[in-house]
Nanobody, 116 residues
Framework: QVQLVESGGGLVQPGGSLRLSCAAS????????MYWYRQASGKQRELVAT???????TYADSVKGRFTISRDNAKNTVYLQMNSLKPEDTAVYYC??????????WGQGTQVTVSS
C-alpha cells in the first residue's frame, strides 16, 4: 500500500505563488508515475501535471509556463510549484500515484484559494 499526504495549500493573492508537497510512504518502491490533479467547486477533477519515474513531465495547457512538477526521490516527495496564480486556479489539489502493478492511490487533497 501507498499513502500520500498533501500539504502547502492556502489563500494567496492573484499573481502570487505556492508550493504544494505530496509525501509518499508505505510501498514507495512500487511507485511509477505521480500526478497532480485539481477539482474546482462544481467541476470535474482535471489533470494538472505528471512526472514519470524517469523525471519526464507533462502539463495541462492552462498551467504551462506557470506550474512546475518535480520529485525528490530521497525524500519520497513530489512538489508542485505554482507561480503567477490566477483566481481560476482555485481548487482542491490532489496527488495521485500509480504503481508498477497498476494500482492507483490518492491523497486527501489540499485547498488552494486564489483571491484578493
Amino acid at each position: 500500500q501507498v499513502q500520500l499526504v498533501e500539504s502547502g495549500g492556502g489563500l494567496v493573492q492573484p499573481g502570487g505563488s505556492l508550493r504544494l508537497s505530496c509525501a509518499a510512504s508505505g510501498s514507495i518502491f512500487s511507485i511509477n508515475a505521480m500526478y497532480w490533479y485539481r477539482q474546482a467547486s462544481g467541476k470535474q477533477r482535471e489533470l494538472v501535471a505528471t512526472i514519470s519515474s524517469g523525471g519526464s513531465t507533462t502539463y495541462a495547457d492552462s498551467v504551462k509556463g506557470r506550474f512546475t512538477i518535480s520529485r525528490d526521490n530521497a525524500k519520497n516527495t513530489v512538489y508542485l510549484q505554482m507561480n503567477s496564480l490566477k483566481p481560476e486556479d482555485t481548487a482542491v489539489y490532489y496527488c495521485k500515484a500509480d504503481t508498477w502493478a497498476k494500482e492507483v492511490h490518492w491523497g486527501q487533497g489540499t485547498q488552494v484559494t486564489v483571491s484578493s
